[in-house]
């Protein structure tokens, strides 16, 4: 962003949309504010606290279908803040910045991760409501950001279902079984499965489920944050 462009865009906070002096992606405030993954947490999906042979009761008792999962952050302040305003504040054009914090903050996941990113799609209703499917803007806006390719169609969502926000761990298991289609095209391929938040995984393993049925994989996840589910 340079000349006229920075003149009339500004940057800004990605939390509190404080105009800043410089090119940055957060205010000093929120930047301190930031809490990040903590290096205690379950190897497989991510969920902080210190486990037995670092697996969570969770996939110790229900493995997952991925094969792990990481966030740079935790879902809380300024990270949180950044999503919401993403996601329902009507601002598409944060996915460049969210994908280069995310492309910066999980440098050392992504040298291992595989190269053809799946996003978790919207179901077609809702993508008519938000006027832009905010995880795919951010799968292409991530590619760009590290070269790796997030083609359109290769996961759908079958049906609608509510949001996640304040279900129980067995509801959002329930609202979101047999919700996604994957393609074909998918068989195969080792993919990596892009959301923004991550709480108790429901949603990732129901998507990942569906790209193991038609062949592809391994499926490892990446989210922008990581919300800590209630057992």
């Known amino acids: 962003m340079s000349g006229w462009a920075e003149l009339l865009y500004p940057p800004s906070c990605l939390a509190c949309a404080q105009v800043l002096p410089t ?22 999906c991510a ?8 697996t969570c009761p969770r996939c110790h008792l229900h493995p997952p279908p991925f094969s792990r ?43 291992r991760a595989p190269a053809l990113i799946v996003a978790l799609p919207l179901h077609a209703r809702r993508f008519r409501e938000r006027r832009y499917d905010q995880t795919q803007l951010l799968a292409g806006a991530l590619a760009r950001a ?11 969502r079958a049906r609608e279902t509510q949001r996640q926000v304040g279900l129980d761990e067995g509801d959002r298991a329930r609202n979101v079984a ?21 709480t108790t995984g429901a949603t990732a393993r129901a998507a990942a489920s569906a790209l193991l049925a038609v062949g592809a994989g391994p499926v490892e996840v990446l989210t922008l944050a990581r919300a800590c589910a209630t057992r």
């Open 69 to 111: 999962v990481w966030a740079p952050f935790i879902h809380e302040g300024p990270v949180a803040r950044a999503i919401h305003r993403y996601k329902y504040e009507d601002h598409p054009e944060l996915a460049a910045p969210l994908a280069t914090l995310l492309a910066d903050e999980a440098r050392a996941f992504l040298a």
């Open 178 to 198: 047999g919700a996604f289609l994957a393609s074909g095209l998918a068989a195969g391929q080792p993919l990596l499965l892009l959301d923004d938040v991550l």
């Open 23 to 44: 090119r940055a992606l957060f205010c000093e405030t929120c930047d301190t504010a930031l809490e990040r993954l903590p290096p205690a947490c379950c190897r497989t």
């Open 146 to 156: 590290t070269g790796r390719r997030a083609p359109v169609g290769l996961l759908t």
């Open 47 to 54: 969920e902080p606290g210190a486990f037995p042979a670092l």
